[in-house]
């Protein structure tokens, strides 16, 4: 079992920064992917950003130039450094983790329990 912890959201003004923060913890063998996703009151939720165990990244066009993942991969850990926030950017943000078990041969999705992030106009 795999336990992924999220911090770092909060409230902030529109124009300001926040960094979002996930630690992955347990029963850990291989980790893949790692990615920030977001929902919306109302919405689904959406891919924000992701990153490969080899540094690939990629991002939702909403964010390209303002957002940036990074990892850390001795801790099990990402980061998503959210500048430029804009009122459009609230949601609430998961964290989200492709981990195979010793043994398997295939990945399994884990989530975290989600930080709010209030962008005010």
């Known amino acids: 079992q795999v336990l992924l912890v999220e911090s770092g959201g909060g409230t902030v003004q529109a124009g300001g920064s926040l960094r979002l923060s996930c630690a992955a913890s347990g029963n850990i063998f291989s980790i893949n992917t790692m990615g920030w996703h977001r929902q919306g009151l109302g919405k689904q939720r959406e891919l924000v950003a992701s990153?490969?165990?080899?540094?690939?990244?990629n991002y939702a066009d909403s964010v390209k130039g303002r957002f940036n993942i990074s990892r850390d991969n001795a801790k099990n850990a990402v980061y998503l450094q959210m500048d430029g926030l804009k009122p459009e950017d609230t949601a609430v943000y998961y964290c989200?983790?492709?981990?195979?078990?010793?043994?398997?041969?295939?990945?399994?999705?884990?989530w975290g329990q989600g930080t709010q992030v209030t962008v005010s106009s």
């Open positions: 989200s983790a492709e981990h195979m078990r010793f043994g398997f041969s295939w990945y399994e999705d884990y």
């Open positions: 990153i490969a165990a080899d540094g690939r990244t």
